[in-house]
Structures are given as C-alpha cells and as structure tokens.
C-alpha cells in the first residue's frame, strides 16, 4: 500500500537558518503530494502541493518539487522564523482511489525555531 | 473561508463510556474524514464518507463505529471507551475531485481516558 517517510524530529533551527525536511513515498499510482503544517493548539492546515511529477509547489518561502525519480517530495525553506515553528506533516493522495481522496500521512517533523 | 468545526476541544472519558465526536462543515463538502493524530505515528485514517448515509473504514476502524445522517455532520462513535484511544482526534473535509483537492481540518478534541 501507499507510505510516507519523514525524517523524524524534533529539528532545531537558530532564526534565519535554512530549513529543510525529507520526505520519500510509495505509491502504486501517480499521486498528488502535500505537506501540510500543525501550528501549536491547532488542527492542520496545507502548505503547499503539488500534483504531477516536476511541479513545484510554493507558498509563505517554503517550496517542494516533486521528484518522481527519487519518489521525494523535500521542503524547504531559505530562512525560517520564530513562527514557523510547527509540526511538518507531508502527505499522498492517490488519485485511483476507490472514493473521495484519502491521504497517506507521513509521521510528522516538529521544528522549533529559536530568536 | 471554510469552516470546519469540532464539538469538543478536550474530553475526558471513563473506560467502558460511549463517547460521541461530532465534527460540523460549513463549506457543502461532500467528503468527510476523521483521523487520530499521536506521536510519531501522524494521522492515521478511521473511517472516512462520501456522501451522506455513506461510509467507508479506513486503515484503524476497530472500536469506532461513525454516523452521517447529514451532509455537514460527521459524527465519530467510540462504543466502549478504552484507555489505547486516548488521543487527538481531527475531522476534516474536502470537495470530491480525484486526489487533488485540499482537505480542510478542524481544530481537533484531545480525548482521555481514564
């Protein structure tokens, strides 16, 4: 079935450090990719996606491109704040599946971003 | 903006109890879901619906049981409360296109029980 590996936290950043978080999937299909982001005391809320191989998906400075041939969707962000301090979660939508469109989450990232 | 709303933000339940989560959507999705979130382990799918009267399990159905009698409440059924299903739980929804669109969550109930 359909996987999503993250790396696991918690990353620890100084302000202004460069941000990245590795994601790799399985799927059987072609699926869209998300990364989605949990701000403290509240539910998720998407990020960025992306849904066909290549795209670049952006939003707030962070980007991740989807890179079928390493089945990797990475986020990064070039300078980080103290607000970004969240937890990552990157997630698959496959798009033959049987109804709606279910996510595969992967585990979650918690970064935490010191002044 | 889309609003998706949950009954409870913090529960706390004996073992044994039946316990109700009610999650309500503003937006006329046709899709609903409901996850439990702990750590390290991300979200994991319990049940999810299409439509209304509509439900399919997903990967953790054992011990839930869910309702949909209307198209913006869900409604997430723990028969007989045990302490394993202390957690934080998210409902979400999303419009029916195949794979591409967002899903909108809400704020979560942090359940517990004793």
């Known amino acids: 079935g359909d996987s999503v590996t993250q790396m696991e936290g918690p990353v620890t950043l100084s302000e202004e450090a460069f941000l990245t978080i590795n994601c790799t999937y399985t799927a059987t299909g072609y699926p869209s990719l998300f990364w989605y982001v949990q701000y403290p005391g509240e539910g998720l809320q998407l990020l960025l996606k992306?849904?066909?191989?290549?795209d670049k998906g952006s939003n707030k400075g962070f980007e991740a491109t989807y890179r079928k041939e390493t089945t990797s969707f990475h986020l990064e962000k070039g300078s980080v704040q103290v607000s970004d301090s969240a937890v990552y979660f990157c997630a698959l939508s496959d798009p033959g599946g049987a109804a709606g469109n279910k996510l595969t989450f992967g585990g979650g990232t918690r970064v935490l971003v010191k002044p | 903006d889309v609003k998706v709303t949950q009954s409870s933000r913090y529960l706390v339940k004996r073992t044994g109890e039946k316990v109700f989560l009610e999650c309500v959507q503003d937006m006329d999705h046709e899709n609903m879901f409901w996850y439990r979130q702990d750590p390290g382990l991300g979200l994991r799918l319990i049940y999810f619906?299409?439509?209304?009267?509509?439900?399919e399990k997903g990967d953790i159905p054992e011990g839930y049981s869910v309702s949909r009698e209307k198209k913006e409440r869900f409604s997430l059924i723990l028969e007989s409360a045990s302490t394993n299903q202390t957690s934080m739980y998210l409902c979400a929804s999303s419009t029916y296109t195949r794979g591409t669109d967002t899903q909108y969550f809400g704020p979560g109930t942090r359940l517990t029980v004793l």
């Open positions: 619906s299409y439509d209304v009267k509509m439900k």
């Open positions: 992306a849904t066909k191989a290549d």
